[in-house]
């Protein structure tokens, strides 16, 4: 080969890779974080975690869903800390994710980072064909392309040229069918009709489930094949690749030194078993009892709280879900906290379930959870006392929200709201509002206060107080919010909101 010919080669490889190393060092300097914060925001709650937390409970929504009649609406991680007052009790919570996603997340908590016991939900739903081919599955998917291992630049470009799970809405649906139709049952400890799921479901959906009148129940039959579509299916340890997900949290964790714990969630074996019978309870059970032991073999604590909440405890009542009400929640936080009181012997505590019947006086100083909701909005830019306020704008339209079952109160005691915040707008925005709202449907009511006095100044604290009658049509409502709205997408920060009921 010609000696300048190779020679030119030489030069323009060395200075591709000259530029390409340029580019690198440019976009994670300049646009990488940028990148994060619009497509993988979800770090943020792993980089809130303090270096000294001793014990971290990932999960998804199960674990900060709310019954809307609850009095008490902090998470199930939050009952859990009440049983150790002194431990560092953090979460990480992504609505809808499952192992594979927290994988990810636990993988980008930095090595120097103390925490001792990692909590990771263990959803018996996420093993099933509509979870493992959610539409969610791709948006989902795309929020961690950013945060696994390589360089920067290189999972940009694979981020823009969507190199991830991507498929449209018919394609997961064949994946389910398929999953379906080729997951046949198999070694079970009776006689039974059905070769699959789909077999089990059609016969199902064409026999109904019967009402009191003897006629036909579209709700009841629709709900019942939820169930079956749901929870008819064996799990394959060797195979399924939420196995995978799961064994990967275990080398993890190990790899840490965190003591690991899975927190098997309860599902609603009681409407199941009254929908469709013992059958599904097998499949049920048999599927926990197979991940207590499997799991249990690596040495992880497993904690079985499959039957543990009753039906009148789920929230959701035409689908099955893991979201409870008050009672639920804690129900599930007990049994993680006598686990955990092996770990921590000398720091568990009991917790008496008394709280009052009612309260007049609320307050949050945006420092930690309460509970509230909106709290996803906390922020360190700004703050009018201690370090985080409650940021709207860009793709955030409303605070913190103070949500509270308003009929507990006595009728005689509720008159008026009294309510008061600090507020900084970057631009003065009149058209942001103060709202008082019940969703209730027999104490419809949303209503919008300006801001009194007026915004003065941007960039600059203001103290805003109201008194404002309390209507006699949501006296009686189950949920009453108060929330600041913002339309216009304008940056503003809320802090020290305080509500008193008088």
Request: charged share 30%.
């Amino acid at each position: 080969m010609n000696r300048d010919l190779v020679k030119h080669i030489f030069l323009n490889l060395f200075s591709l890779i000259l530029i390409i190393l340029l580019m690198s060092v440019v976009y994670k300097k300049f646009f990488y974080e940028k990148d994060i914060q619009r497509y993988s925001d979800i770090i943020n709650t792993v980089r809130a975690l303090p270096n000294d937390a001793d014990i971290v409970y990932i999960g998804e929504s199960s674990n900060v869903t709310a019954g809307g009649d609850d009095r008490d609406t902090r998470y199930i991680s939050q009952f859990t800390g009440d049983y150790f007052p002194g431990l560092k009790v953090c979460d990480i919570t992504k609505p809808a994710s499952h192992a594979g996603i927290f994988k990810v997340l636990l993988e980008n908590i930095p090595e120097s980072n103390q925490m001792q016991t990692l909590v990771v939900t263990l959803n018996l739903r996420s093993f099933d064909a509509e979870w493992m081919y959610s539409d969610l599955e791709t948006p989902l998917q795309k929020s961690i392309v950013l945060l696994k291992p390589g360089p920067p630049l290189w999972k940009r470009f694979l981020l823009s040229f969507k190199a991830y799970d991507i498929k449209s809405k018919q394609e997961r649906y064949e994946q389910i069918k398929r999953q379906w139709l080729h997951d046949t049952f198999h070694d079970l400890p009776f006689d039974f009709p059905y070769r699959n799921t789909i077999q089990w479901d059609k016969a199902l959906r064409k026999r109904g489930i019967k009402g009191k009148d003897g006629k036909r129940d579209k709700e009841a039959t629709t709900l019942a094949c939820y169930y079956v579509k749901t929870y008819a299916f064996q799990i394959d340890t060797l195979h399924h690749p939420r196995i995978k997900d799961f064994d990967d949290i275990v080398r993890l964790a190990k790899k840490r030194h965190w003591h690991l714990i899975f927190n098997l969630m309860a599902e609603n074996t009681e409407k199941a078993r009254e929908l469709v019978g013992d059958k599904l309870l097998f499949f049920m059970n048999n599927n926990a009892r197979l991940l207590e032991d499997y799991y249990s073999r690596k040495g992880v604590i497993v904690v079985n709280n499959l039957n543990a909440v009753e039906d009148a405890q789920f929230i959701d009542r035409t689908w099955t879900t893991e979201h409870y009400a008050e009672k639920g929640r804690k129900t599930i936080a007990r049994n993680l906290a006598l686990a955990l009181k092996d770990l921590y012997p000398g720091q568990f505590k009991e917790v008496k379930d008394a709280h009052p019947a009612f309260q007049t006086h609320f307050e949050n100083n945006c420092e930690k959870p309460l509970g509230w909701k909106g709290e996803n909005t906390f922020t360190d830019e700004k703050s009018s006392s201690g370090m985080f306020s409650s940021k709207m704008g860009d793709s955030e339209t409303f605070s913190i929200t103070w949500s509270y079952p308003l009929r507990e109160i006595p009728r005689r005691l509720k008159n008026h709201f009294f309510i008061s915040f600090e507020a900084c707008m970057e631009k003065v925005d009149k058209d942001i509002k103060l709202v008082v709202e019940s969703a209730d449907p027999e104490c419809r009511y949303w209503k919008a206060y300006g801001f009194y006095p007026p915004p003065s100044a941007p960039h600059k604290w203001q103290f805003y107080s109201y008194r404002i009658k309390i209507p006699d049509q949501i006296k009686n409502s189950k949920r009453v919010k108060i929330y600041l709205y913002d339309p216009h997408g304008t940056p503003c920060y809320i802090d020290d909101l305080c509500i008193d009921i008088q």
